[in-house]
């Protein structure tokens, strides 16, 4: 048996808002593949392949990880694949390289039209197709939802069979940073952080969403590995690993204590990144949750969490206190 850890467990499939595409809960980010410490490209492509062939069929990727390389596997593995319907999301980097946008950034500036363009069809060639399933802006600021440039060019992208659906990349930590644009009816997605700690965009968010049938891809489900139950406070990241700043003094102790009195609520017979995932699944407004699966054993592990569903209502409760709101921080983007 080649999967002896999943020989039981099914991915389970939602509607992504208005789309039309039934997608698995559980997506594959791959991220973590184009320069992570200690990612290899052909134990990704082999991680990718699982997920595959045990029913995963969303796959985020974006241009920003390494250059297109993300988007190359993914397109490499959707050509192994041609009888299978996968559904690749990708986005477009800000021309002015900052994460995240802010306020005083001139739309201009960031998401010019002959950029936006230039990109599409630069990840439609790593994708090798001809139309993009989603594409996202990376980075938004809702002051940008008034722009003329910004309604034509999402209508040409669709109006010219470039891209199927469009939709947002919400800024860490401010979830309600993107309902202005929700309300123009351009946008059929919105790619958010939620977690266990992060619970905001249940607020405000998740029921316009909810409202204008808009889909919700919710990402960083394990607050960008703490909820993965193997850090500790010595945990420490190579320097060109994009944690290594994250998870920097200012964070790390802090983040820890808090997984700490997770671990101490949690059920016999649960790990800490079921609960975390499942968490998300809870929630109805969420169509998929990206995860990072670089390993097999990941895949398999996630894909049992689909299997089993959303959490128990008091399970549910007690989780509801660890919320922890935050403010975006120089080390946090």
Request: hydrophobic share 40%; proline share 6%.
């Amino acid at each position: 048996d080649l999967y002896p850890f999943v020989k039981d467990a099914i991915m389970k499939y939602r509607m992504l808002g208005r789309t039309g595409f039934e997608v698995s809960d559980i997506a594959h980010g791959l991220w973590g593949m184009s320069g992570w410490s200690g990612s290899n490209d052909q134990e990704s492509l082999a991680a990718v392949q699982l997920a595959v062939d045990l029913g995963c069929n969303f796959f985020d990727t974006a241009w920003a990880y390494g250059e297109g390389k993300s988007d190359g596997l993914l397109g490499e593995i959707m050509t192994r694949n041609p009888k299978k319907r996968l559904y690749a999301a990708s986005k477009i980097p800000p021309a002015n390289e900052r994460w995240p946008a802010l306020p005083e950034y001139k739309y201009g500036d960031v998401f010019p039209a002959r950029h936006v363009f230039q990109y599409a069809d630069l990840i439609r060639k790593q994708l090798r197709v001809d139309t993009i399933d989603l594409l996202q802006l990376h980075v938004w600021d809702d002051t940008w939802a008034i722009e003329p440039e910004f309604r034509s060019t999402v209508e040409k992208l669709k109006g010219d069979k470039t891209i199927r659906f469009f939709g947002l990349s919400i800024n860490r930590w401010q979830p309600e940073n993107g309902i202005k644009a929700l309300r123009t009816g351009l946008v059929d997605t919105v790619q958010v952080i939620y977690n266990i700690f992060d619970q905001a965009p249940e607020d405000e968010l998740f029921p316009i969403c909810q409202e204008l049938k808009v889909g919700v891809i919710a990402r960083v489900p394990l607050d960008e590995g703490s909820l993965g139950g193997k850090m500790t406070p010595e945990t420490t990241f190579p320097k060109g690993d994009w944690r290594s700043g994250y998870f920097g003094p200012e964070n790390l102790a802090k983040t820890m204590k808090r997984v700490d009195k997770l671990k101490e609520i949690l059920p016999a017979g649960m790990t800490l990144p079921e609960m975390a995932l499942r968490f998300i699944l809870s929630h109805p407004a969420v169509s998929t949750t990206i995860a990072g699966m670089r390993k097999p054993e990941h895949v398999q592990q996630n894909i049992a969490a689909s299997d089993a569903g959303p959490l128990d209502k008091n399970l549910l409760a007690e989780l509801k206190k660890h919320r922890w709101d935050r403010t975006p921080q120089r080390w946090s983007d």
